[in-house]
T-cell receptor, first 110, second 120 residues
Framework: KNEVEQSPQNLTAQEGEFITINCSYS?????LHWLQQHPGGGIVSLFM???GKKKHGRLIATINIQEKHSSLHITASHPRDSAVYIC????????????FGTGTRLAVRP | GAVVSQHPSWVICKSGTSVKIECRSL??????MFWYRQFPKQSLMLMAT?????????EQGVEKDKFLINHASLTLSTLTVTSAHPEDSSFYIC????????????????FGPGTRLTVT
């Protein structure tokens, strides 16, 4: 079973700061998900990536398959970025089931 | 992008009653949908995998007679919490995987907005 670790667990930043959230996993995977969960609970899928880097607006996700590590970066952070960011990977037993990290709670202060 | 909806977004029910939650894929077909439960300050936990036209596969520790899943079409799965109790109060989230038409990456799951269930 894949073990997922995220760091940090909690992060407070000032508006405009560059933010990095890390995710490590134990079993080789085909792809990794980054999800965003707002205080109301709804989940938004930000990225699914299998190699290299993806960019969407101010969000950048990178993955190093060999090192079993991914990072999510937020440039020019804004209070509306405040949310829980979760990484998820296939659990190792089948391609469908996901194992979720415990999440990083981000608060961006104006 | 692919859209998954859930209904209702929140529900309050009395102990002992049953509640049905719907999960729909709006612009794609999903042979496989997943039901998750999330307690406060905890991560999502997979409850069951719902397969269109066949029985759901439940995770260890999840009572299949209490959490009834029906995936009768390629765009709809339902979760019914039977004889609900206060400990069933939680946030229930579904996700759906495209049938694999080639439009979406294999293993990509699209998440619904969630349903908050409160049992009084």
């Amino acid at each position: 079973k894949n073990e997922v670790e995220q760091s940090p667990q909690n992060l407070t930043a000032q508006e405009g700061e560059f933010i990095t959230i890390n995710c490590s996993y134990s079993v080789g995977i085909s792809a990794l998900h980054w999800l965003q969960q707002h205080p109301g609970g709804g989940i938004v899928s930000l990225f699914m990536l299998s190699s290299g880097k993806k960019k969407h607006g101010r969000l950048i996700a990178t993955i190093n398959i060999q090192e079993k590590h991914s990072s999510l970066h937020i440039t020019a952070s804004h209070p509306r970025d405040s949310a829980v960011y979760i990484c998820a990977v296939p659990d190792g037993s089948s391609g469908d089931k996901l194992t979720f990290g415990t999440g990083t709670r981000l608060a961006v202060r104006p | 992008g692919a859209v998954v909806s859930q209904h209702p977004s929140w529900v309050i029910c009395k102990s002992g009653t049953s509640v049905k939650i719907e999960c729909r894929s709006l612009d794609f077909q999903a042979t496989t949908m997943f039901w998750y439960r999330q307690f406060p300050k905890q991560s999502l936990m997979l409850m069951a995998t719902s397969n269109e036209g066949s029985k759901a596969t439940y995770e260890q520790g999840v009572e299949k007679d209490k959490f009834l899943i029906n995936h009768a079409s390629l765009t709809l799965s339902t979760l019914t919490v039977t004889s609900a109790h206060p400990e069933d109060s939680s946030f229930y989230i579904c996700s759906a995987r495209d049938t694999g038409t080639g439009k979406h990456f294999l293993y990509e799951q699209y998440f619904g907005p969630g349903t908050r269930l409160t049992v009084t």
